[in-house]
């Protein structure tokens, strides 16, 4: 268990290359391959978790300036990583991971599935509401069971939205298994478009990328539209001049799809405001922020890149992830006391908006 803890502590960077060497290998790839492959993923994963950094030090001003302005704020967001991290925690963890790679296999070799989840960075959208479901049992086999329904669950969602995934994003033979997104954000988006479908009018609204970008030139670049947000968002905040040049020039703007990365800016000053809007709120989602980029691409698959439908669809979305972190910090702070991680007062997390089974685990808990 301890060599195990071990491993999984120095984290996905690490990780993710040392899983996709061992695959490709066991795919009978040559070594030089199988070696470049895992480190282009981990260069990647770095590079990611770079982006998100730059992107949040570029907004850290226009945050604080609102979180000085929010008298009910007792609340911590203490973010996704904090979290997932902590799930690791539970006596539970390890034994979990390795079960849910076997029962992958047997899926496989039963034709009950042709998905490969090599996403094990990510067993955390199982082990999350898992450890939930034990912090609120105290039964660690509740937990575990919860962890590797989910893990089953999951494929067959990925499986589902291959086709449509592959097809969007252009990534042939893949698909996406991350679980919080795939059955909320997917179905949820899926769901508002039906609504928007039977709206006169409103139906024919389509705002692409490449419709945008060709009827406005340089006006329609993401990288206009980061700078003109990150202008408004200096200037509303009262900035220096140099820091609002410097929240106009963000890096990730440049990677992804367009269309995706283009509402995740847009989404950022929304996320904002919805601090101050819903009734209740206890948390100002500072860690929030760094989550809207995975939030998005699930929204703009569903509505095939239409941009108008893409940011009407992920407001809706937001709110409601929102308020949930806020209504059930309760059982977030009882879920990261069960993994043994000291934190005073109240926290909470996107987790608790975004991850379905927590909104039900919780659900249940408050009805019972």
Not at 36 to 45: R, S, V, W, Y
Not at 119 to 143: M, S
Not at 239 to 249: E, F, N, S
């Amino acid at each position: 268990m301890s060599i195990i803890k071990g491993i999984l502590d120095v984290g996905a960077v690490v990780i993710l290359p040392i899983v996709m060497l061992i695959l490709c290998l066991i795919f009978r790839m040559p070594f030089g391959k199988s070696l470049k492959a895992g480190l282009m993923i981990g260069i990647g994963f770095s590079g990611l978790s770079l982006v998100i950094g730059f992107l949040m030090t570029s907004v850290q001003s226009a945050v604080d300036y609102y979180r000085h302005m929010g008298g009910g704020f007792t609340t911590v967001d203490v973010g996704w990583a904090a979290v997932g991290a902590a799930s690791f925690g539970v006596p539970f963890a390890a034994p979990a991971i390795l079960l849910i790679v076997l029962i992958n296999v047997v899926m496989i070799l039963a034709k009950m599935t042709t998905v490969l989840n090599v996403d094990i960075w990510n067993v955390i959208h199982f082990l999350v509401p898992g450890t939930l479901a034990y912090a609120l049992t105290n039964n660690a086999w509740i937990g575990l069971s919860v962890v590797l329904v989910l893990s089953v669950i999951d494929l067959i969602v990925a499986q589902h939205i291959a086709p449509k995934w592959q097809e969007y994003y252009g990534l042939t033979g893949t698909t996406c298994s991350t679980l919080s997104y795939i059955t909320s954000a997917w179905p949820i988006a899926i769901g508002l478009n039906w609504v928007i479908d039977k709206i006169p009018g409103v139906r024919k609204i389509d705002i692409s990328m490449e419709k945008f970008g060709n009827r406005l030139g340089f006006f329609g670049d993401t990288a206009f539209i980061g700078l003109i947000v990150g202008i408004f968002l200096g200037l509303m905040t009262r900035q220096p001049w140099q820091g609002v040049l410097v929240m106009g020039m963000d890096v990730a703007l440049a990677l992804g799809d367009p269309a995706a990365i283009t509402i995740t800016v847009l989404m950022i000053p929304l996320c904002i405001a919805f601090a101050f809007i819903i009734p209740g709120m206890n948390y100002f989602p500072v860690g929030m922020l760094t989550v809207i980029v995975y939030m998005m691409p699930m929204i703009c698959l569903a509505c095939n890149g239409n941009m108008f439908r893409s940011l009407i669809i992920g407001a809706i979305y937001m709110f409601f992830v929102e308020w949930g972190a806020s209504f059930f910090a309760p059982e977030a702070t009882a879920m990261m006391h069960a993994t043994g991680v000291q934190v005073s007062g109240s926290v909470t997390d996107a987790f608790f908006g975004y991850n379905l089974p927590n909104v039900i685990i919780s659900a249940i808990h408050r009805m019972f």
